[in-house]
């Protein structure tokens, strides 16, 4: 058994009493090949709410902060996430994403780049435009929907793979297609919630 395995077992046997997590959509991530799940960010649990979620392994990117913290420094790396710095271009941060999804594996991005205070969708950042363009990873977005309240229902939704086909023909630019990766988690959240 790997460590992500375990560490995914173990998480879903402490979180899953505590929080009902109900998932929509787990189909909607295609089974084999590269895929972004791209998804809003309301509480620091959305990362293992999604990783214990997906039905594929997640490797996330995380700030680089939470590597720093004596806990997480060996543990994150030990789950396949892997440190960005916010608020730069990140080169390496980048070209780590890129590979995960050329080896076929799923990447996990919060394009707001950090959680929301009001529970609102922000504005999500260009480097998940750039993912999506980079790449031939398949674009599922996801909407987490709480609040996080003991015993109470936890939403994570999974919508269909959107279609960037058009965007890449014409050359898009990151920002563009952020917005449409943007006005689809919102829409999952408003037919949802």
């Known amino acids: 058994m790997s460590f992500y395995t375990f560490a995914r077992s173990a998480v879903k046997g402490i979180l899953?009493?505590?929080y009902r997590f109900e998932v929509v959509g787990a189909e909607n991530v295609p089974s084999e090949g590269g895929v972004i799940v791209c998804s809003n960010h309301i509480d620091n649990l959305d990362p293992p709410a999604v990783g214990i979620t997906c039905p594929r392994p997640v490797s996330f990117m995380a700030k680089e902060e939470l590597f720093k913290l004596p806990l997480l420094k060996s543990i994150l790396p030990k789950l396949e996430a892997f440190p960005v710095r916010r608020g730069m271009s990140?080169?390496?941060a980048l070209r780590k994403g890129l590979g995960i999804l050329k080896e076929g594996k799923v990447l996990g991005l919060?394009?707001?780049g950090t959680r929301s205070k009001d529970g609102k969708?922000?504005?999500g950042l260009a480097g998940v435009?750039?993912?999506?363009l980079?790449?031939?990873?398949?674009?599922?977005?996801c909407a987490v929907i709480g609040p996080?309240?003991?015993f109470k229902k936890v939403q994570v939704v999974y919508g269909e793979p959107i279609?960037?086909?058009t965007y890449k023909q014409e050359r898009a630019s990151a920002e563009v297609v952020t917005d449409v990766i943007m006005s689809k988690i919102a829409e999952l959240i408003d037919k949802h919630q």
């Open 90 to 92: 990140d080169r390496e």
């Open 121 to 123: 969708l922000g504005k």
């Open 148 to 150: 996080y309240r003991k």
């Open 16 to 18: 899953s009493p505590v």
């Open 163 to 165: 279609d960037l086909t």
């Open 129 to 132: 435009g750039f993912f999506a």
């Open 110 to 112: 919060f394009p707001e």
């Open 134 to 141: 980079r790449s031939e990873g398949a674009v599922v977005p």
